[in-house]
Nanobody, 113 residues
Framework: QVQLVESGGGLVQAGGSLRLSCAASGSIASIPAMGWYRQVSGKERELVAGISSGGSTYYVDSVKARFTISRDNDKNTLYLQMNSLKPQDTAMYYC???????WGKGTLVTVSS
């Protein structure tokens, strides 16, 4: 029943960078996989990036080479480094893990053109 709290979003110009953080209420070391989702205007959440406990990563094609997902088990935190941001990256970003109680409030990323 891990609880996740997202932070790090904000307003940024196209081409800029942001680093999102997802702080977990407990240990994440035993969680096989975690990920970042994003959602726009009530549409379905889209899986943006995922990472396994072994470090294997997945990225949706639209963010490959621009986003980097990582996890720090010692800090119980998941990160998403976002570079070369584009206006189409604008969304509410959520982190996720199997067995979480519910979705967090997310953190809003707004990229201006």
């Amino acid at each position: 029943q891990v609880q996740l709290v997202e932070s790090g979003g904000g307003l940024v110009q196209a081409g800029g960078s942001l680093r999102l953080s997802c702080a977990a209420s407990g240990s994440i070391a035993s969680i096989p996989a975690m990920g970042w989702y994003r959602q726009v205007s009530g549409k379905e959440r889209e899986l943006v990036a995922g990472i396994s406990s072994g470090g294997s990563t997945y990225y949706v094609d639209s963010v490959k080479a621009r986003f980097t997902i990582s996890r720090d088990n010692d800090k119980n935190t998941l990160y998403l480094q976002m570079n070369s941001l584009k206006p189409q990256d604008t969304a509410m970003y959520y982190c996720a893990a199997p067995g979480m109680d519910s979705w967090g409030k997310g953190t809003l990323v707004t990229v201006s053109s």
